[in-house]
Nanobody, 124 residues
Framework: QVQLVESGGGLVQIGDSLRLSCEMSEGTFVQYSIGWFRQVPGKEREFVAAAGRKQYYSDFMKGRSTISRDNFAKTVYLQMNSLTPEDTAVYYC????????????????????WGQGTQVTVSS
């Protein structure tokens, strides 16, 4: 059974950077596309970034984040820079079996496996 464990969240100041990690246990990591989503209490979960056929980013993360993967470590990283209070949320990683293309990388239902989330808080 595929399991995903996020880490790297925490409390930071405006303008700081964070690198989130998503480590997969079990499964053949290279066969999976990995996405990051985030959720604020009372709001729907929203897409952040994905490593599928290529790297995909939400409009609010484009230009200030980088998603990368280390297949040997079975880990995907999300580097986020220039953080603002609006980035405060629980960040989840999710896995999809196979390559994700340009029309589905941001759709929650495309992902079969989810981690428990890691809290990111950006203080003003």
């Amino acid at each position: 059974q595929v399991q995903l464990v996020e880490s790297g969240g925490g409390l930071v100041q405006i303008g700081d950077s964070l690198r989130l990690s998503c480590e997969m246990s079990e499964g053949t990591f290279v066969q999976y596309s990995i996405g990051w989503f985030r959720q604020v209490p009372g709001k729907e979960r929203e897409f952040v970034a994905a490593a599928g056929r290529k790297q995909y980013y939400s409009d609010f993360m484009k230009g200030r984040s980088t998603i990368s993967r280390d297949n040997f470590a079975k880990t995907v990283y999300l580097q986020m820079n220039s953080l603002t209070p609006e980035d405060t949320a629980v960040y989840y990683c999710a896995a999809h079996v196979g390559p994700l293309g340009g029309t589905s990388y941001d759709i929650e239902d495309e992902y079969s496996y989810w981690g428990q989330g890691t809290q990111v808080t950006v203080s003003s």
